[in-house]
């Protein structure tokens, strides 16, 4: 069975940084696009970014020039560099990855 657990969450001001991790398990990621989601409190899941097998990658717009996702697939991982961070960029975050299994997310909040 899949397992996808999300990791590098926290506290931090605006205008810091962040990595988060998503390691997959139970499948080799090389062949799937892998997608990061956000949620904040009272709002609806929303989608952030994906990178697709052959390194295509798309950002929503609310992120482009400040985050950027990438995939590592020897470790079976994707990342989301998270910079500039603004308060409204505090959610839970989540990663999708194949046959649409999530992770349990990890918390993001900034502090203005």
């Known amino acids: 069975q899949v397992q996808l657990v999300e990791s590098g969450g926290g506290l931090v001001q605006a205008g810091g940084s962040l990595r988060l991790s998503c390691v997959v398990s139970g499948r080799a990621i090389s062949e799937y696009t892998l997608r990061w989601y956000r949620q904040a409190p009272g709002n609806q899941r929303e989608f952030i970014a994906y990178i697709t097998s052959n390194q295509n990658i798309h950002y929503t717009d609310s992120v482009k020039g400040r985050f950027t996702v990438s995939r590592d697939n020897s470790k079976n991982t994707i990342y989301l560099q998270m910079n500039a961070l603004k308060p409204e960029d505090t959610a839970i975050y989540y990663c999708?990855?194949?046959?649409?299994?999530w992770g349990p997310g990890t918390q993001v909040t900034v502090s203005s």
């Open positions: 999708n990855g194949p046959d649409n299994f």
